[in-house]
């Protein structure tokens, strides 16, 4: 975890945010690495879920909402963690990640420091803050720990305009804010992240059939997103452990380098969240299916995702370590090179164009050319600092999935050469077939 964490900081992926003040925890800044890994994963997403589909529709909806949303939705009442204090150093924890519910120890001490704990209270995890400039209750509300209930909120209006049958689906990607009480390892416990999920809306009764459908479907697509079949698993939520809403829940986990844990999740939330509306607000949202001539309030079948959970599993999984290093042109060295082995649609650049010299203008300028040339086709970088070898290692650390380099040859020849990330190959490419060339190398 450290070689990752430290190679996001190094290499302009992740870092903490406001770290000149001393960094906050559990809150990261994503650089222009991180940024465009992000919306590559976005980006799939939506292609996957929403543009490649016709029974889903993307919304966009705003981070707060009226504060009754909360009530109805049981996040007020619901939405704890059982939180406890050392009475020596004063750190707090989560009780649940301290000890195991199943286990027979009665009086947990601090993890560390070994003091006392206090007794347990529930501590809900949403930001509460203030709608205009009076801070009182009439006027508080949460930021949202979730992208879903805008989604319920907004059902009728959606469905109607819209004209969608059951079964449909309601996506969105958004921001989410959770003031978590156990934090650490890196991203994967933040307390701002993006979630993108799905609300499908079914038929009861058909939503067993949907839920398997959907398990289905999010295992394929992390797959596809190029992480190790070995690396991923499902977990099936027991009974007592489901939230208020659930009928069933299953995790799919990720070996992530501190142990198996939650990346994903598909829940059965039933009818929960559309009644629990409707009472609330007073607003019929319930559903007039034509073919069957009546209304029922439609069961929500709801895959989910933390983007950061993707960052951080796809960094794990594609992380390599080559001791003595594997490019041709280093010497034999005990050193290690890294290489990060994104699927080619995740990599956050594409194509680097490398002049295979700096101090000659007519390469350098043939170079330009070609960055120009590409960069409205391919996220592309242009490097000419350091050593060929060194800057192949640079671009094989952040994924690069080609290498482009203009040499004295390319003066002569009107051409490159061009290497693949992983199997390290060369060919020469004119570089008036360059960009359809690309085009297919990088397809999917
Ligand atoms: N609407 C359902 C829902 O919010 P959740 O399991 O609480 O379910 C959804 O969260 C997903 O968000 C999780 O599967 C996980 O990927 C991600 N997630 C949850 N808490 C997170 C956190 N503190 N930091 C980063 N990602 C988180």
Not at 25 to 36: N, V
Not at 56 to 83: N, Q, R, Y
Not at 250 to 259: L, Q, R, T
Request: aromatic share 12%; with cysteine; net charge neutral.
């Amino acid at each position: 975890m450290d070689k990752i964490v430290s190679l996001s900081k190094r290499r302009g992926f992740v870092f903490q945010s406001s770290e000149i003040y001393g960094g906050v925890e559990a809150l990261w800044d994503y650089g222009p690495l991180g940024s465009l890994l992000k919306n590559n994963i976005k980006n799939e997403w939506l292609k996957r879920f929403v543009r490649t589909r016709d029974d889903i529709v993307l919304i966009d909806s705003a981070c707060l909402m009226h504060s009754d949303v909360w009530k109805a939705s049981g996040h007020l009442e619901h939405f704890t963690d059982p939180l406890v204090e050392c009475k020596g150093c004063h750190k707090r924890f989560r009780l649940d990640k301290i000890v195991n519910p199943k286990s027979e120890i009665q009086n947990p001490k601090c993890p560390d420091c070994g003091g006392e704990l206090t007794a347990p209270r529930q501590f809900n995890l949403m930001f509460k803050t203030f709608l205009g400039p009076v801070e009182d209750e009439a006027h508080a509300t949460y930021l949202r720990p979730e992208t879903a209930q805008s989604m319920f909120t907004n059902f009728g209006i959606i469905q109607e305009s819209m004209r969608l049958k059951i079964p449909f689906g309601i996506a969105q990607i958004g921001r989410c804010f959770r003031n978590e009480i156990t934090t650490g390892n890196f991203i994967f416990r933040s307390r701002e992240f993006d979630i993108a999920e799905i609300e499908y809306f079914v038929k009861p009764g058909d939503d067993e059939k949907w839920f398997d459908f959907w398990v289905g479907e999010w295992e394929k697509f992390f797959l596809d997103l190029g992480l190790k079949k070995e690396n991923l698993r499902k977990y099936e939520h027991s009974k007592e452990a489901l939230s208020h809403y659930s009928k069933r829940t299953v995790d799919i986990e990720y070996k992530f380098p501190f142990g198996w844990s939650e990346l994903a999740g598909i829940a059965n939330r039933t009818d929960y969240d559309l009644k629990r509306h409707s009472q609330f607000s007073g607003q019929d949202l319930s559903y007039y299916d034509e073919e069957e001539k009546k209304k029922y309030y439609p069961y929500v079948i709801e895959p989910t995702v933390g983007i950061e959970r993707i960052v951080l599993a796809l960094l794990c999984d594609a992380y390599t370590e080559i001791e003595g290093g594997r490019t041709k042109t280093t010497k034999p060295t005990k050193e290690i090179e890294i290489l990060l082995k994104l699927d080619k649609k995740i990599a956050p650049i594409k194509v680097a164009i490398l002049p295979l010299v700096k101090n000659k203008p007519e390469v350098t300028k043939k170079a330009k050319e070609v960055y120009q040339l590409l960069k409205p086709y391919f996220t592309c970088q242009y490097d000419e600092t350091d050593s060929i070898g060194r800057r192949y290692r640079r671009q094989d650390e952040i994924g690069t999935y080609l290498c482009l380099t203009v040499d004295f040859e390319s003066l002569k020849q009107n051409d490159l050469t061009v290497r693949d990330r992983d199997t390290m190959q060369q060919e020469r490419i004119k570089i008036k077939d360059l960009t359809e060339a690309l085009k297919e190398k990088l397809k999917n």
